[in-house]
């Protein structure tokens, strides 16, 4: 005899969505209600830097503080990267925070409660000339004195971690097996989510449309949603900083090159490390969601806020990368965007006050590596702000260096590539 | 039952998923996007898209009007980086054989 089957009951989907426990909290953005009167911290700026800072003050007690973004949270180069964290760098200070950034990077999921894809398979910087080369050999040597254990490789030891690469041309590898890469957006909803159950509010599609310098310091600061008096008040705007810190007079010398990126269908994972060219600053990795997620430099574009995509990108990316990974050819390309890098003159972010305004804080001119760094400057910037000691980075980038100001002159950074 | 309505098949977001998503305040149309992943798959939200913005309006209480496309990227169709790799128009760098201009 056929038996009929129980009722289904509806009510269990719902309580195994609750499990959670996500539902239950509160939005984590401010609805269409007006800002408040005041906040101790302003901060423009809803990208990864901005949220970074926002969190990191609200979680050692100052949680009066208000984000205000433009458009939606990482609507600029914060959600348009390509999600590598890496230590291959060529400064020793800009190594140091790096490292300091990927042990963040690894307590992030547990610290912030978000999945972030985090996978360290690596960074593979191949090289086809002796200048390069030396390049790398350079960067390495400094790199092993901090502890980074990057290594040189010949070709076929390259070949040994990627063997779909055709080594026609390629001389030498760097590869630091711990640098990595993660997925972008869900960093910022979880460094979001605990700055609001901290108490910081939120408030999208918010633009600003003036700061007006208060007696006694701080600055009066205009939206459509109504003013917002900061005593303190952060520059997090990327590429957009010259123009909020325009708004006061002050003169920010970076400038906006739109990078383009692009991404595959999903491919079973099968390459491990990032792998980057000098040549042509091609760079490639797969991400926790299969795709093939990579870009291209291609020379001699000028400065632009426009985020239109070209087929020569597309072109020059699909040429060089099918010349490196020969079996990449039949792979499907779903779409293709593009980011501002925000390129400050010496490859070195600008961080700290503005000289001549106290009460104006900068945190820019990362040259489309803001993403990677914003863990330990959110971190930094947040530990300062509450009392801490400055830590070396607020003496060195700082906006005077530019106008022959205070030393120390930090070295320039010219390992900004991909 | 929302977790049974399927809204991007690409992706599995279902009407659960949207309703969270707009309960956490992602609201805006760029926003579901990437807080569920929904058009981000094979179709790029071809299938998709009309279905979400629907399903938005009415849990935001806005007129269907009221919500735009999410910015449409290229390629318009999935396309092999082989035939890409052939267009004339890509950069020369000082390497390419077949170099004209050098970087």
């Keep these: 005899m056929p038996t009929t089957p129980p009722p289904f009951d509806e009510e269990e989907d719902a309580s195994r969505a609750d499990v959670s426990g996500e539902i239950r ?25 901005g949220l970074a800072i926002a969190y990191n003050l609200a979680r050692r007690g100052l949680a009066d503080v208000v984000v205000i973004e433009r458009g939606y949270l990482a609507e600029g180069a914060s959600g348009r990267n390509g999600g590598g964290v890496r230590q291959q760098w060529s400064t020793e200070l800009n190594i140091r925070l790096m490292q300091e950034s990927v042990d963040l990077c690894r307590r992030f999921a ?43 490789l010949e070709p076929g030891k390259a070949r040994d971690i990627v063997p779909e690469l055709d080594l026609t041309g390629i001389v030498a590898a760097a590869y630091n097996p ?61 590429a957009w900083s010259p123009r909020l810190a325009q708004m006061i007079g002050v003169h920010v010398p970076t400038y906006p090159i739109r990078h383009e990126i692009c991404s595959s269908e999903p491919l079973k994972p099968f390459l491990r490390p990032m792998v980057s060219e000098l040549t042509s600053g091609l760079y490639c990795s797969q991400s926790m969601r299969g795709e093939i997620v990579g870009g291209v430099t291609i020379p001699g574009h000028g400065s632009t806020y426009g985020m239109g995509s070209t087929l020569e990108f597309l072109a020059t990316y699909a040429r060089r990368l099918v010349r490196l990974m020969p079996i990449l050819g039949e792979i499907k390309v779903l779409r293709q965007w593009a980011g501002p890098y925000d390129q400050s003159p010496d490859g070195n972010p600008i961080l700290g006050a503005a000289p001549g305004h106290p009460d104006f804080f900068l945190a820019c001119g990362f040259v489309g590596h803001g993403f990677m760094m914003a863990p330990i400057v959110g971190k930094l910037y947040g530990e300062w702000l509450t009392g801490g000691e400055p830590h070396e980075i607020f003496a060195r980038y700082t906006l005077g260096r530019f106008s022959g100001g205070a030393p120390p002159v930090p070295e320039k950074e010219d390992f900004n590539i991909g | 039952m929302a977790g049974k309505i399927v809204l991007c098949r690409c992706e599995d977001v279902t009407l659960a998923d949207l309703e969270h998503c707009v309960s ?38 806005q007129s269907p009007a009221a919500i735009p496309p999410f910015t449409s990227r290229p390629p318009l169709a999935p396309t092999p980086l082989r035939l ?13 054989p077949d170099s004209e201009r050098s970087s």
């Design chain 1, 110 to 152: 547990v610290d912030l409660g978000v999945n972030v894809w985090f996978r360290q398979g690596g960074y593979l910087f191949l090289a086809r000339t002796a200048r390069e080369v030396a390049r790398l050999d350079k960067n390495i040597a400094i790199q092993n004195r901090c502890g980074v254990p990057t290594r040189m």
């Design chain 2, 24 to 61: 956490r305040g992602y609201q805006d149309i760029e926003e579901v996007k990437r807080y569920t992943g929904f058009g981000t798959g094979p179709c790029q939200g071809k299938e998709c898209l009309a279905a979400v913005a629907s399903q938005l309006a009415l849990l935001t209480d």
């Design chain 1, 25 to 49: 909290l509160p939005a984590t953005l401010e609805g269409a209600g007006p800002l408040p009167d005041r906040a101790e911290v302003v901060i423009v700026g809803g990208g990864v830097v």
């Design chain 2, 84 to 96: 890409l790799a052939r267009d004339p128009g890509a950069h020369r760098f000082a390497d390419d």
């Design chain 1, 178 to 238: 711990t640098d990595g890469i993660l997925f972008p957006w869900p960093f910022l909803w979880g460094y979001a989510r605990q700055a609001a159950a901290h108490g910081v509010r939120i408030f999208t599609q918010t633009p600003v449309g003036g700061l007006e310098p208060q007696k006694g310091g701080g600055y009066l600061v205009h939206t459509p949603r109504g003013a917002v008096r900061a005593r303190r008040l952060i520059n997090a705007t990327g």
